[in-house]
């Protein structure tokens, strides 16, 4: 049986512009995208990565990933958002909570995210220590994301208190 505050939700958001640099990779889940447009970001600039990252922080009550990993800070320039993920898990772990699952919406016209789907799963479970599902969806069509300006990516995150 729960006590009560042993299970918390949090909701991430991260949202990248396409880059204009033709070298700059795609990394989604944690998968380089050969070929397509890379984001815009200060990191790797993985919004999928980077929305369970904030909805973890968000659910353990440990802030926000611009609190943990600025863009003003040149340690997280170009970084393995994957890492930023293991160590976001380790924070939540010290703090006394296990990450539960991560459901992940993804927004974006290209690339198909399908063809991928289980590659990006796998990393971001393995980096975050549990179940990580991702959907991908498109715009329609509509606003910035229809227009294929850039990706974003929503994330919802079960943790529950370590049993003693």
Do not use: Y
């Not at 880059?19 to 600039?45: I, M, Y």
């Not at 170009?78 to 010290?94: N, V």
């Not at 220590?129 to 995150?157: D, S």
Request: glycine share 14%; with cysteine.
């Amino acid at each position: 049986m729960s006590t009560p505050g042993s299970v918390r939700v949090g909701q991430g958001f991260d949202i990248h512009r396409f880059s204009d640099d033709p070298a700059r990779p795609l990394v989604l889940g944690g998968v380089v995208f050969e070929g397509e447009r890379g984001l815009h970001g200060h990191s790797d600039a993985d919004a999928i990565a980077h929305a369970v990252t904030d909805a973890l922080l968000g659910a353990a009550g440990l802030g926000d990933i611009g609190q943990h990993f600025p863009d003003t800070d040149p340690q997280w320039k170009g970084a393995d958002s994957l890492q930023l993920l293991r160590h976001t898990a380790g924070l939540l772990s010290d703090a006394g909570w296990m990450v539960g699952n991560v459901d992940c919406s993804v927004v974006c016209e290209q690339p198909k995210l399908a063809p991928r789907r289980d590659e990006m799963q796998q990393r971001l479970s393995a980096a975050a220590g549990a179940p990580v599902t991702v959907k991908g969806r498109r715009a329609e069509g509509l606003g910035a994301l229809g227009r294929g300006e850039g990706i974003a990516c929503w994330a919802v995150a079960v943790i529950q208190r370590h049993e003693s």
